[in-house]
DNA sequence: ATGTGCATGTAACTGGTTACATGATTCG
DNA sequence: CGAATCATGTAACCAGTTACATGCACAT
């Protein structure tokens, strides 16, 4: 449901650089992500287009077609482009929330590799941060403190273990693929 | 930072059913537990308290100190006890965020163990539907689509597997121990 | 006196949802 | 013809943050 108080123009922005799409697709195409982000509503999804457009990120097209009510497909324009260039190189805010690092995962594609480990990395640290943060308070609250308190700091440390574990991982793997994301990012240049 | 678009009125009355605390109290003891919920403002504190104490679920009571400024210290009422009890009784909503499980989490000294148990078990039902969908979804898109949406389904089958893990054991463990709860909620309840 | 920590509060703003309005096209 | 799906949009509302205002008490 909800897009957790994220500034998503960006989000959608990135969706548009992997492919130009009307309002409803990228509804459409958030719901088939699931779980994974939230769909946000029309309500919020359009006057987030309309933003874009009028900062010159995006062009719009109405394409009609005579079997289906018509579409205003939008584009991302050079503009748009740099961008998101920009906010990928800038770093990840401190209390990046799980969703909000969903999505810049989602949009990998527009990223270069090195780009992506830092992000990863950034991840990595911050995750590890709230780790030791909470090992040390549950250390301090074990005796005093609640059973529900043990519990869900128990979770969330086992949450954090598994986010550690997936990052290292995966940094490892993109440090020995030669440049997986290569081949892809022209496969969805090239088609303007 | 966000409480991330929960009602968490229930949040707080939860915590003053462990504790009678003023709204300052209320802003530490959340900081403390840092990442796990996120830090309401004040500004969204002390409203909530204020309506809290108008649907008579808390009472108020000014404690003047000598060396430090008076405080208000919030007690939850029968009222409130009962409401709370409702709540916990309740099958959690269908798509409840982490953030929200955790807060329940935290409250389980507030519930009974059946109640606990029935949470954990809704919880991880929602988690392996989530999972088997991801699994469907990247199934079918594991040719066509892009290297950040299998990135981020990856991740999020990560994390789902570890959160199914750590329910399932946390169960087992509910179900070994004869009642680890029953002491620490006496403990609690004889302060009034 | 002035600054810092404790403590409470409120008004303005923001970002999102809900609910509604509109319209084309297809299906029964 | 009415219902369903596709498609776009907007106005009202709501929850929460930001920023501000207030005041006590203690230390410098």
């Known amino acids: 449901m909800s897009i957790n108080s994220v500034k998503f123009r960006q989000f959608i922005l990135g969706l548009l650089a992997q492919q130009a799409m009307s309002g409803y697709d990228i509804k459409r195409v958030l719901k088939e992500l699931g779980w994974l982000v939230g769909t946000p509503s029309f309500g919020s999804l359009y006057p987030a287009l309309h933003t874009l457009l009028d900062n010159g990120l995006v062009t719009v097209k109405v394409v009609s077609r005579q079997d289906k009510p018509s579409r205003k497909i939008y584009t991302i324009t050079q503009a748009g482009q740099q961008a998101l260039q920009e906010w990928a ?6 209390n990046l929330s799980l969703k909000s690092f969903i999505m810049r995962l989602i949009l990998a594609d527009s990223f270069t590799k090195e780009e992506l480990c830092t992000q990863l990395g950034q991840r990595r640290d911050q995750v590890m941060a ?40 995966t940094l490892n793997r993109l440090s020995q693929e030669p440049s997986p994301t290569e081949a892809e990012q022209t496969k969805i240049m090239d088609r303007t």
């Not at 059973?147 to 128990?154: E, K, N």
């Open 130 to 169: 709230h780790h030791t943060a909470l090992e040390k308070a549950s250390g301090l609250l074990d005796e005093t403190s609640s059973f529900g308190q043990r519990l869900a700091s128990d979770y969330s440390l086992a949450l954090a273990d598994a986010e550690l574990s997936w990052i290292e991982g």
């Open 89 to 94: 190189s800038q770093p990840i805010g401190s």
